[in-house]
């Protein structure tokens, strides 16, 4: 167990510096570009999304989660992954370019024709990698991968800087996608020392395949579901609107989801380890929860009382209104770590078929949801976010408590005294907030300051225990 926990916690630690200099960078860049291009530049690449991220479902086609769950994997295995990848990717492209005038059409937008088949490219960059940042992740090699990364980002995001600044408008967004994936495949190829050779099994492949399909479908219902908002929103009520909920969402990305998707690499291959140990299983699961919601639930409360203190230092008055946005994103998000280690677990424990019939589930019943929040507007849309992630904790935690005896009530025991001491910071931050009459920056330095200082006070007092065992996790296994 504690060799378990101490790669979780060097991996998870890795993922967090990988998140927060990439990532952290990312939302830099983004700030400095709502400063050179408009909201419906932003809202045409929100537009485009779905394609993108459902193509690169096809091009996974769910065989990396098969690899990196697989207790050995022979040369074979890896070449069969690697050709398949090759394939799909061709055909996901092909799709991509004969629908590109379709989706044109659909959202009255003529420029995204061309923009979908270039960034399209990226799919071939992405096939060539996908076995080289899996093998990296077995070996538990998230520093090689934060190199990549972060190398990616910064290449790319000047490159768009340079080229927004000379008036290429959308098209500078549109670069930095094919760029960072370009700059960040080539360091994963250099970084690792496998290599192809000419090897394929039908045996191998559909062996992986069984398992690592359902995860896809589950992964192209969630993305489509996600996707629908920009989609409705674009159709419904205009680019610039896309735009304020994109720039919302991508800045709520880098906390809660985010934190908890790097928790999450860190942990599954470390906890496949442990597939049949249920019990161990759980107390550790128990720990990640534990110390994600630790340091989510601080920085949540943080978006909300900050936002609009955010917007008016780094944004001028086109991108106010996303301000509100964010706030509803970031309360939003503050479940996705629960729902995204249910998810790990099933998978972890080999029942993607769970995951895929209770994503069914669960997107059916917020479609539902969305349709009846449409007269409402973008505030309603979002506020039936946040009624369907709390509802589908439900759902989500049953099978949890039936294969490893880790429910609802148990969750919510162990993240509660973090979300309350969170609350009552971000409350007192807020008064103190509305009671000073100072600049808008140094009232965000002040309220930054106040909210980790009370954070830390009532978090000592709340959850000393808590508090205690997480630090003494954190060093052990630091």
């Given at each position: 167990?504690?060799?378990?926990?101490?790669?979780?916690?060097?991996?998870?630690?890795?993922?967090?510096?990988?998140?927060?200099?990439?990532?952290?960078?990312?939302?830099?860049?983004?700030?400095?570009?709502?400063?050179?291009?408009?909201?419906?530049?932003?809202?045409?690449?929100?537009?485009?999304?779905?394609?993108?991220?459902?193509?690169?479902?096809?091009?996974?086609?769910?065989?990396?989660?098969?690899?990196?769950?697989?207790?050995?994997?022979?040369?074979?295995?890896?070449?069969?992954?690697?050709?398949?990848?090759?394939?799909?990717?061709?055909?996901?492209?092909?799709?991509?370019?004969?629908?590109?005038?379709?989706?044109?059409?659909?959202?009255?937008?003529?420029?995204?024709?061309?923009?979908?088949?270039?960034?399209?490219?990226?799919?071939?960059?992405?096939?060539?990698?996908?076995?080289?940042?899996?093998?990296?992740?077995?070996?538990?090699?998230?520093?090689?991968?934060?190199?990549?990364?972060?190398?990616?980002?910064?290449?790319?995001?000047?490159?768009?800087?340079?080229?927004?600044?000379?008036?290429?408008?959308?098209?500078?967004?549109?670069?930095?996608?094919?760029?960072?994936?370009?700059?960040?495949?080539?360091?994963?190829?250099?970084?690792?020392?496998?290599?192809?050779?000419?090897?394929?099994?039908?045996?191998?492949?559909?062996?992986?395949?069984?398992?690592?399909?359902?995860?896809?479908?589950?992964?192209?219902?969630?993305?489509?579901?996600?996707?629908?908002?920009?989609?409705?929103?674009?159709?419904?009520?205009?680019?610039?609107?896309?735009?304020?909920?994109?720039?919302?969402?991508?800045?709520?990305?880098?906390?809660?989801?985010?934190?908890?998707?790097?928790?999450?690499?860190?942990?599954?291959?470390?906890?496949?380890?442990?597939?049949?140990?249920?019990?161990?299983?759980?107390?550790?699961?128990r720990q990640v929860i534990s110390i994600?919601?630790?340091?989510?639930?601080?920085?949540?409360?943080?978006?909300?009382?900050?936002?609009?203190?955010i917007f008016d230092v780094f944004l001028?008055?086109?991108?106010?209104?996303?301000?509100?946005?964010?706030?509803?994103?970031?309360?939003?998000?503050?479940?996705?770590?629960?729902?995204?280690?249910?998810?790990?677990?099933?998978a972890v424990k080999g029942r993607s078929?769970?995951?895929?019939?209770?994503?069914?589930?669960?997107?059916?019943?917020?479609?539902?949801?969305?349709?009846?929040?449409?007269?409402?507007?973008?505030?309603?849309?979002?506020?039936?976010?946040?009624?369907?992630?709390?509802?589908?904790?439900?759902?989500?935690?049953?099978?949890?408590?039936?294969?490893?005896?880790?429910?609802?009530?148990?969750?919510?025991?162990?993240?509660?005294?973090?979300?309350?001491?969170?609350?009552?910071?971000?409350?007192?931050?807020?008064?103190?907030?509305?009671?000073?009459?100072?600049?808008?920056?140094?009232?965000?330095?002040?309220?930054?300051?106040?909210?980790?200082?009370?954070?830390?006070?009532?978090?000592?007092?709340?959850?000393?225990?808590?508090?205690?065992?997480?630090?003494?996790?954190?060093?052990?296994?630091?």
């Amino acid at each position: 167990m504690n060799g378990i926990g101490a790669k979780i916690g060097s991996g998870t630690a890795w993922n967090l510096m990988n998140l927060f200099l990439s990532r952290g960078a990312s939302i830099v860049f983004t700030l400095l570009l709502t400063r050179l291009l408009e909201p419906e530049a932003f809202g045409v690449i929100a537009m485009m999304s779905v394609f993108f991220e459902l193509a690169n479902m096809v091009v996974n086609a769910g065989l990396r989660q098969a690899l990196i769950r697989s207790s050995t994997v022979s040369e074979t295995d890896l070449c069969t992954v690697f050709f398949s990848n090759i394939l799909f990717s061709s055909v996901a492209y092909l799709v991509l370019y004969f629908i590109a005038p379709a989706a044109a059409d659909f959202y009255g937008q003529p420029l995204l024709e061309d923009l979908i088949r270039v960034a399209g490219l990226v799919l071939f960059v992405s096939s060539l990698t996908i076995v080289q940042d899996t093998l990296l992740r077995r070996q538990m090699r998230f520093r090689s991968i934060m190199h990549a990364s972060v190398a990616g980002t910064l290449g790319s995001g000047a490159l768009a800087l340079i080229l927004a600044y000379e008036g290429f408008g959308v098209w500078s967004l549109v670069i930095q996608m094919v760029t960072a994936q370009v700059i960040s495949g080539t360091i994963i190829w250099l970084q690792g020392s496998w290599r192809p050779s000419w090897k394929f099994s039908t045996d191998s492949f559909w062996r992986m395949f069984r398992f690592g399909y359902k995860l896809v479908l589950e992964s192209a219902i969630d993305v489509l579901y996600r996707n629908s908002f920009f989609v409705v929103i674009g159709k419904l009520f205009s680019a610039e609107l896309v735009g304020l909920y994109f720039l919302a969402n991508r800045i709520n990305q880098l906390v809660a989801p985010h934190i908890a998707e790097a928790v999450s690499q860190a942990s599954f291959p470390a906890l496949s380890t442990l597939q049949d140990k249920p019990d161990d299983m759980r107390e550790m699961y128990r720990q990640v929860i534990s110390i994600t919601m630790f340091i989510v639930a601080p920085l949540t409360a943080g978006l909300v009382v900050l936002s609009p203190l955010i917007f008016d230092v780094f944004l001028d008055a086109r991108w106010r209104q996303s301000a509100v946005f964010l706030q509803l994103f970031s309360l939003i998000g503050l479940s996705y770590p629960l729902h995204l280690m249910n998810y790990n677990i099933l998978a972890v424990k080999g029942r993607s078929d769970l995951v895929l019939w209770l994503g069914i589930a669960r997107k059916s019943v917020n479609v539902v949801i969305l349709i009846l929040c449409i007269p409402y507007g973008v505030y309603g849309i979002l506020i039936g976010q946040l009624l369907a992630s709390i509802l589908a904790l439900g759902p989500n935690t049953y099978y949890s408590a039936r294969i490893i005896g880790y429910g609802l009530y148990a969750q919510i025991s162990d993240v509660i005294r973090p979300l309350i001491s969170a609350s009552i910071s971000g409350i007192l931050a807020k008064i103190l907030i509305v009671l000073v009459h100072l600049s808008p920056v140094t009232t965000l330095i002040m309220g930054v300051v106040s909210l980790i200082f009370f954070y830390f006070v009532i978090a000592r007092l709340i959850c000393a225990q808590d508090f205690m065992a997480i630090k003494k996790y954190l060093i052990h296994n630091g």
